[in-house]
């Protein structure tokens, strides 16, 4: 490419931005995780096809929470859904040309979302009618799936006439996702459940969507706070951490909440009612290097919610620090080490367990939860001086949390090696007894 054709201003913008965004689309902790979609046409219609469109969801610690996803594309013809199952279109659209059969939907960018639970068998098929919410795959696998039937007509009927949707869309439940051009894949092959005979279907097409936090929310959406035993200072969350906003907009903490507008109403982009702090965040998590021992350490974790307007329903925290390669125990919270290079064993998820503290209830007097670690000492690298007891990166739900300023960790009292307070003890306590013998 002769890139002297291009205004020298012009082209180094979009080069900046597109080099950047894909940055931050690329999570390192996670470097394989996006969100598959996969259509595969079981079998050909008189005027189309009808095919089974299912979502995997590969990302390890970020989930689809309620009102669920949201999924749309535009037709590259004139086609239109006759018929769904497991799922539904958003608007029917104008279907005023068809008199005797008419269509689910006819818009040229139709818009699907999953069906309730408690829906008519007729309706469901498998992984379907969960209200879109779809777990992580490090979390539960085989609830990271979600899918839906449709038949779609006058858009041809054998694999040289039809034509692949295009302009994907995806909501999770807010923003974030951007997805590829659908792209022609080998047919899937299926087993019979006997496992003697392989069938596959007539053609099969993936879409792939990756999340970025820069496209999904303009401030971050938690923040971090510290504290230890050896430091009476308390390092909060940083001062607008998550965006400043107007007192209008957010509740304070001593109001009669019964009385609010909107409270309890999550919305489809899933926009907060925050408790009135001067980090304006939704969630709060708070590392406290809880007690030394001989041979281990042991810290609390508590996430606070101060989002009125949404229970966090099979959350995940994520966090990176050196020890957690020799992490010994955890109460109360489930966990597993995230392993995305051999190289590092820095990292972990935690998330709650099911039907005890799988869910983070709304801001009030139930809305946080805690954990603690037992942690081994690794001789070579332990230390409480400089920060290095706390938390490199932090991440609820997948996104990032602001830490604060690592000049504001909290440290030992005089930058003091360790155990030099004990250590000064004991030689005041032995003097102190020489001098009494004396005497």
């Known amino acids: 490419m002769d890139f002297d054709r291009f205004p020298s201003p012009f082209f180094s913008a979009v080069f900046f931005i597109l080099i950047f965004s894909h940055a931050e689309a690329y999570d390192y902790l996670d470097p394989n995780g996006n969100i598959t979609l996969k259509w595969d046409?079981?079998?050909w219609t008189p005027d189309g096809y009808v095919a089974v469109v299912t979502m995997n969801n590969f990302q390890m610690y970020r989930q689809i929470m309620s009102p669920g996803w949201t999924l749309g594309w535009t037709w590259a013809k004139k086609e239109v859904i006759w018929s769904m199952v497991g799922a539904q279109a958003t608007d029917q659209g104008d279907c005023s040309k068809f008199r005797m059969n008419v269509p689910h939907c006819c818009k040229k960018n139709p818009t699907v979302v999953d069906m309730l639970p408690g829906v008519p068998y007729n309706q469901q098929i498998a992984n379907c009618c969960k209200g879109?919410?779809?777990?992580?795959?490090?979390?539960?696998?085989?609830?990271?799936v979600s899918s839906f039937q449709l038949s779609v007509g006058r858009s041809g009927a054998t694999n040289k006439t039809v034509r692949l949707p295009k302009n994907f869309t995806?909501?999770?439940?807010?923003?974030?996702?951007?997805?590829?051009?659908?792209?022609?894949?080998?047919?899937?092959?299926?087993?019979?459940?006997?496992?003697?005979?392989k069938t596959q279907v007539m053609m099969t097409w993936n879409v792939t969507c990756t999340y970025s936090l820069m496209l999904a929310s303009r401030n971050p959406t938690c923040c971090v706070s510290m504290s230890s035993f050896y430091n009476s200072t308390i390092t909060p969350c940083r001062t607008c951490?998550?965006?400043?906003?107007?007192?209008?907009t957010c509740v304070p903490s001593d109001s009669k909440i019964q009385s609010v507008v909107g409270l309890s109403t999550p919305r489809k982009d899933n926009t907060p009612l925050v408790q009135c702090t001067k980090h304006n965040c939704p969630i709060r998590v708070h590392w406290h290097v809880k007690l030394n021992y001989k041979e281990y350490w042991r810290v609390k974790i508590s996430i606070t919610n101060f989002n009125y307007r949404l229970n966090y329903t099979q959350w995940t925290l994520v966090a990176q620090h050196p020890n957690l390669n020799n992490i010994?125990?955890?109460?109360?919270?489930?966990?597993?080490?995230?392993?995305?290079?051999?190289?590092?064993?820095?990292?972990?998820?935690?998330?709650?367990m099911k039907f005890f503290n799988d869910i983070l209830m709304e801001a009030g007097p139930d809305g946080?939860?805690?954990?603690?670690?037992?942690?081994?000492?690794?001789?070579n690298t332990f230390t409480f001086d400089k920060g290095w007891a706390f938390p490199r990166k932090v991440y609820f739900n997948g996104d990032e949390c602001m830490m604060p300023l690592p000049e504001d960790y909290p440290n030992l009292p005089n930058s003091?090696?360790?155990?030099?307070?004990g250590l000064s003890f004991l030689i005041s306590a032995f003097l102190l007894l020489e001098l009494l013998a004396f005497w």
């Open 328 to 352: 010994t125990q955890v109460f109360s919270f489930a966990y597993k080490p995230l392993l995305p290079y051999i190289s590092a064993n820095d990292s972990g998820m935690f998330y709650g």
């Open 241 to 248: 951490a998550c965006g400043c906003q107007n007192n209008r």
């Open 416 to 421: 003091a090696p360790e155990n030099v307070i």
């Open 170 to 197: 995806l909501l999770g439940p807010g923003l974030g996702y951007t997805c590829s051009p659908a792209k022609i894949v080998p047919p899937t092959i299926f087993l019979t459940p006997d496992g003697r005979r």
């Open 41 to 43: 046409v079981i079998s």
């Open 132 to 144: 879109g919410v779809v777990s992580s795959w490090g979390q539960d696998p085989s609830a990271a």
């Open 368 to 379: 946080n939860i805690q954990t603690e670690l037992i942690l081994k000492k690794d001789k």
